[in-house]
């Protein structure tokens, strides 16, 4: 068959991309696939509804074909002219939807409907034969069934990075399912939080107060992410995240660096949210370092993928002297230990008794630190 482009669109769930595509070229690098993911938007875009695909839905047909010699019918979408110019002939687009019913296959401009469309280019001079879109429309169906199961597995893949985290995420995919279903691990442990959001979310309304912690929470998923740690949960306004670099070295330096970073980005946000007349708040730090549990914890029909042990205690009891010391970051001296060596001026701030730790702990911060 004389193809030379390939285009596959579908629906997507995940929390920023409404949709996927993928497109094949005959003559394309790293084997001509690419994916493009289209982010959600409160209208469609026109793109979209100047496109070929759009006109198959919309007029509720079943094919559509055309000869791109013939001008007029290129000329209706912009996307039909670009394929001619690059050396298409002809053009043909199906689709196969998933719905149960035809109710259900009913067409929302703003939302792809559960299925997949697919748009095949042909640069022969002569363009498809008959036998050609035989052999397409025989072939649909297995297509479909492949690539629906592809999709089904990223979408979950999808899912539960955005609710898990993405080393949570790939584990459970993994088959990391069963209750009691732990790993050892040494790690670095840090409490995030936002300090006097409590008291200021009392006095905002509540879709203002969501897009502020929003905006927090998306700052330090990013640092924490390009550090190459991972997001545990989120605790209101706060978070809880690790990382379990191989070395302890490295996985308290970039637990440091990341901290560094974030204040840094937080503070640029604060003084542009100021200029804008709107609130602001401080963040807060708190790392430890040791053994920890991570894994399935919970009941036999409700898990959650976590991390517990002493070392995570330790962690929450070190966030409760944010207030009594007046520092922002605070870190245990298994984390300075580690570090001492790092980039980072840290200063003892001497040694105190936790609630519920049996020995004083000496803690340190970041030099220079800011009050909270």
């Not at 509804?49 to 047909?61: G, K, T, V």
């Not at 936002?194 to 008291?199: H, K, N, V």
């Not at 070395?247 to 330096?253: G, K, L, N």
């Not at 070190?318 to 298994?334: C, T, Y």
Request: proline residues 5%; hydrophobic residues 40%; aromatic residues 8%.
């Amino acid at each position: 068959m004389p193809l030379m482009r390939l285009h596959v669109a579908q629906r997507a769930l995940h929390p920023r991309f409404g949709g996927i595509g993928f497109d094949w070229l005959r003559d394309g690098v790293d084997g001509g696939v690419s994916l493009e993911r289209y982010a959600h938007s409160a209208e469609p875009l026109q793109q979209w509804l100047q496109s070929p695909l759009y006109h198959l839905l919309s007029s509720h047909e079943t094919e559509y074909r055309v000869r791109l010699s013939d001008v007029v019918e290129r000329n209706r979408f912009p996307l039909l002219t670009e394929l001619w110019e690059a050396g298409a002939t002809d053009y043909f687009a199906t689709g196969l939807l998933f719905q149960k019913s035809p109710e259900a296959a009913k067409i929302d401009v703003k939302n792809m409907p559960q299925g997949m469309l697919i748009s095949y280019c042909s640069d022969a001079p002569e363009g498809f034969s008959e036998e050609d879109l035989h052999l397409i429309r025989c072939t649909l169906p297995s297509l479909g069934l492949a690539l629906k199961s592809t999709a089904n597995r990223r979408m979950a893949q999808d899912l539960l990075q955005a609710y898990l985290g993405r080393d949570a995420g790939e584990r459970v995919l993994s088959g990391e399912i069963q209750l009691g279903s732990v790993e050892e691990l040494n790690a670095v442990i840090c409490l995030f939080d936002l300090s006097g959001f409590t008291s200021l979310a009392e006095q905002i309304p509540g879709p203002e107060m969501i897009a502020m912690l929003n905006a927090y929470h998306g700052l330090a998923v990013t640092a924490i992410q390009e550090r190459g740690g991972n997001v545990l949960k989120f605790m209101g306004d706060g978070l809880l995240a690790m990382f379990d670099q191989p070395d302890p070295e490295r996985a308290a330096c970039a637990a440091l660096d990341m901290v560094s970073e974030l204040s840094d980005r937080v503070a640029a946000t604060n003084r542009a949210r100021e200029r804008e007349g709107l609130p602001v708040a401080r963040c807060t730090f708190a790392l430890h370092a040791g053994q920890i549990y991570y894994g399935n914890i919970g009941a036999e029909n409700r898990l959650d993928f976590t991390v517990i042990g002493p070392a995570v205690n330790l962690t929450a009891r070190i966030a409760d002297m944010h207030r009594a010391l007046g520092r922002r970051v605070i870190l245990s001296e298994q984390v300075f230990e580690a570090a001492r060596k790092g980039n980072h001026d840290l200063v003892s701030l001497g040694r105190y008794v936790l609630r519920g730790v049996s020995q004083p702990q000496e803690l340190y911060t970041i030099w220079p630190d800011t009050w909270v």
